[in-house]
Structures are given as structure tokens and as C-alpha cells.
């Protein structure tokens, strides 16, 4: 069984940071690329950022220079830092993992809120 933890959301001013953190275990996990999502309401999930095990980090425009995803390997844990947040940050985080079977797994979404 894969679970996946996060921690780290909260509520900060524009321009502020946060820093959320994801710890992935199960037994014989095999990752193949950690990620993080978001869901804003009324929005569909986005990508905020990916990172595959053997290649470079992944980020759509409207967080790049802004955000960065890096990973504890020993610890199967990522972590996602955001400076110069933005109200349109705002939204629920979810921590994704995807195994070597091609099996996706989500943390349970943490909030992030950013006011103006």
C-alpha cells in the first residue's frame, strides 16, 4: 500500500513563500517521477511542477522562476518551494507519484492560500 503524506500549506501574503513537502512510502516503491498538482475551485487540476528520477525538472510558465522541485531520494520525499506567491496561486496541492508499473498515486492535497 502507497501513501503519501503531505505537510507544509498555509496561508501567506503575496510575495510571500511556502514550502511543501511530501514523504512517499509502501513497500518495493519504485518511482519513476514525483510531481505536485493543483486544483483551484471551479479550475481543473493543473500541473505545478514534475520531476522524473533521471531527468530535469518540468514546470508550466506561469510558475517557472518562482517555483522549484527537488527530491530526497533516500527519503522518497519531494519538495516544492514557492517564492513571490501570487494570489492566483491560490488552490489545494497534491503531491503525485508515478511507479515503474505506470501506477499514479495522490497525497490527500494540502491548502495554500495567498491573500493580496
Known amino acids: 500500500q502507497v501513501q503519501l503524506v503531505e505537510s507544509g500549506g498555509g496561508l501567506v501574503q503575496a510575495g510571500g513563500s511556502l514550502r511543501l513537502s511530501c514523504a512517499a512510502s509502501?513497500?518495493?516503491?519504485?518511482?519513476?517521477?514525483m510531481g505536485w498538482y493543483r486544483q483551484a475551485p471551479g479550475k481543473q487540476r493543473e500541473l505545478v511542477a514534475r520531476l522524473p528520477i533521471d531527468g530535469s525538472p518540468i514546470y508550466p510558465d506561469s510558475v517557472k522562476d518562482r517555483f522549484t522541485i527537488s527530491r530526497d531520494s533516500a527519503k522518497n520525499t519531494v519538495h516544492l518551494q514557492m517564492n513571490s506567491l501570487k494570489p492566483e496561486d491560490t488552490a489545494v496541492y497534491y503531491c503525485q507519484i508515478q511507479t515503474s508499473d505506470y501506477t499514479s498515486y495522490w497525497g490527500q492535497g494540502t491548502q495554500v492560500t495567498v491573500s493580496s
Open positions: 509502501g513497500s518495493r516503491l519504485s518511482i519513476v517521477t
